[in-house]
C-alpha cells in the first residue's frame, strides 16, 4: 500500500514539474543537477513508467503535453468517448446529406444546354464574307480577321458554308476532293489556324459535308468509269440505249435541275444518275465502301477539331432499285413532256428506307469524337424541297436512337406572304410535331434564298430578328441579315453579295481592284460600321436581343404560351416556373394596330413594363395592356409580374409548349425538372 503511494505522489510530482507548454523539459531541473548522462539525452530523464490502472483520474487534471498512456486514460472515460462518438457521428450523417443532396441535384437538375443550344448559329459564306489578299475573293483569313464582329453579336457559333475543292458547279457544292480546301479560300494551314483561333476565342466552328455526290472530276469518278478495284460500284451506273448521240433514259426520273436524271458516260458506255447537275454524279450509298470512305472523311474533319456538320441534301442518299417510273402529278400529262422536278411525285429518289439508318451511322461516328468534356460534336440535316413536317421530324431520331440534334427549319424563309396568322402556323407546326425533349431552331435567311429586306421590305427587318432571337429554340442568322442586307439586283445570285464592312471602296470587303461578285449600291449607307454608332440601327437591337437572350433564363429555358395572332399581330408569352417575371412579345408582321391583351390574358396588370423595343421612343417606359398599339413591323418585349403561370392555367393548356423543361428555385439558385 506504501509502495502504491509512492508510485503515485511520483506522478504527481512529475505532472506538477509541467505546465501547459507541449513537450518542454521540466524546467524544475536545475542546471547544478545535471550529470554528463542526462545531458546526452534530457528527456529520457523524465520519462516515467506509467500504469494506467493504478492511476486515479478524479485526481489527475489534463495538461498540454499529457504522455500518451494519460491520454487513454482520460479517452476511455464516459465523458469523453460518448462526446467522441457523438462528434463521428455526426460527420458520417453530414457526409451523407451532403452525398444526398449532390445526388439528388444531379437527378432533378435538366441537362445543361450545350453550346448548339445556348448561342445563336452565325452562317458565313465564304466567298462573300471578307478577302483578305485582294483577289476580289473572302477567303478564310478573312473570317478570321473579323470573328470580333461575330463575337459582339453574343455569337459563339459559326457555321461556314463549303469551301472543299470544288468545280464551280453549284456554287462549291461538286466537291473535286474532300481532304482539300479550294485554293480560292486558302490553305489546310490557314483552315487550322482559324480553328485554333476560334477555339481560343471561345467559338465552335460547323462545316458544311456534301456526302450525296461528287464532281465528276473527283478522283473516285475517274476510278469509277474506268471500272477501277472497288471503285467500280462507288457511282450508280446501269445500261441504257444511246443511239447516234442520243441517250434513252431508263426511267422518267427528273433531275431537281430539270430534264432526265440520268447521263451516258462515253468512257463506261453506262448511264450514271446523278439527282443535280450533271457534273455532280450520286454516290452509291448501298455499297458499304462507300458509307466508310465518308466516315473517313468526317473523321478527317473532326481530328482537326471541327465541332460540327452540316450534312446537306440527305434525303437524296439512297434511290429505289426497282427503277420503276415515279407517279406524275398531271396523270394527264404527256409523260414526253414531263421535264420539270416538280412535275413528278419523287416516291423512289428521296427518303428511302435505309437513308435513316446511314445518318445514324454518321451520328455514332461523330459520338466518338463527343466524349471529350465540351466538345460534343454537333449535327445538322438539311433536307428541303417541300419535304412535309413529319417527315422533317423524322431527322431527330428516335426516343432511344438519335439522329441529328435538329434539321434546319427553314419554313419563315419559305412564306411567301408574312402576317401574324403565317408566321403562328409555322410557329406552332414545327412545335407541335416536334419530338418530345428534342430542340428547334429558326432561320430566316440563307444563301439559297432572297433576303429578307429583299422579300418582305426592310421595316421587318428589326421584328424578324426580334423574333427568332425570343423563341424557344436556336435561331440561325445569315450574315448581313444582322444590318438588314438587301440583295443586290446588279447579279443574279441575290444573296451572296459581298459583305457590307463600311464605306470605303468595295464596302470594306476587299481592297482589291474587282470583287467576284459586286458590291450592293446602298453599302455607303448601309454597313456595319455606320449602324455600330446609330441607336436605333438593326445592328444595336440583334446585338441588344442577343444579350437578353443570353442573359434571360426565361428566354433560353422556358415556355412558349400563345396568346393571340390575327393578320397583323403575333402575341406569345415565355415563362418559367420559379419565376415570377413573364415577358410578352408583341410583334407586328402587318399595318399599324391596336391589341386589347387584357381580353386574352387572365390577370394581366393595367400596366406593363417595355423591357425592349424595335424603336428608341418606347424603350424604359410603360404600356397600357388594354390598348397596346404597334406600327407596322414594331416589335414589343413587355415584362410584368405574374401569380400563375399560363401554362398552370387550364385555358391555356393546349397553347403553351416548352423544348426543355425546366424550373428555378430562387433560394438554391440552380434549376431543377422536377416541376
Known sequence: MADDESKKDSIRMSMKGHTNNGFVQNEAVTEGETDGSNQADPLKTSTIDIHPQELDPTTIKPYAGMPKEVLLLYSSQARYRVTREVLFWLIIAAVLVLISSTTAIIILSPKCLDWWQASPIYQIYPRSFKDSN???????????????????????????????KSSVKDFRYGVEDFREIDPIFGTMREFENLVAVMHDKGLKIIMDFIPNHTSDKHSWFQLSRNRTGKYTDYYIWHNCTHVGGKTTPLNNWLSVYGNSSWQYDEVRKQCYFHQFMKEQPDLNFRNPDVQEEIKEIMQFWLGKGVDGFSFDAVKFLLEATHLRNEPQVNQNQNPDTVTDYSELYHDYTTTQVGMHDILRSFRQTMDQYSREPGRYRFMGT??????????????????????????????LTEMSILSGINVFNVISSWMENMPEGKWPNWIIGGPDTSRLTSRFGEDYVKVMNMLILTLPGTPITYYGEEIGMKDNAENTLLSKSPMQWDNSSNAGFSEGTQTWLPTNTDYQDLNVDVQKTQATSSLKLYQELSSLRLNELLLSRGWLCYIWHDANVLVYTRELDGLDSTFI???????????????????????????????????????????????????????????KLLHHQEAFKNKCLVSSKACYSSFLNVLYNSC
Do not use: C
Open 134 to 164: 485582294q483577289d476580289g475573293n473572302g477567303d478564310l483569313k478573312g473570317i478570321q480577321e473579323k470573328l470580333d464582329h461575330i463575337i459582339s453579336l453574343n455569337i459563339k457559333n459559326v457555321w461556314i458554308t463549303s469551301f472543299y
Open 585 to 643: 412579345m408583341v410583334l407586328n408582321f402587318g399595318n399599324t394596330t391596336e391589341v386589347n391583351l387584357q381580353d386574352h390574358f387572365p390577370g394581366l396588370p393595367a400596366q406593363a413594363r417595355i423591357k425592349l423595343s424595335t424603336t428608341l421612343t418606347d424603350r424604359d417606359g410603360t404600356v397600357a395592356t388594354a390598348a397596346v398599339r404597334t406600327e407596322k413591323g414594331q416589335g414589343l418585349i413587355l415584362e410584368h409580374k405574374i401569380t
Open 382 to 411: 438539311e433536307a428541303r424541297n417541300q419535304e412535309g413536317i413529319e417527315e422533317t421530324m423524322m431527322y431527330y431520331g428516335k426516343s432511344f436512337v438519335q439522329e441529328a440534334d435538329f434539321p434546319f427549319n427553314f419554313h
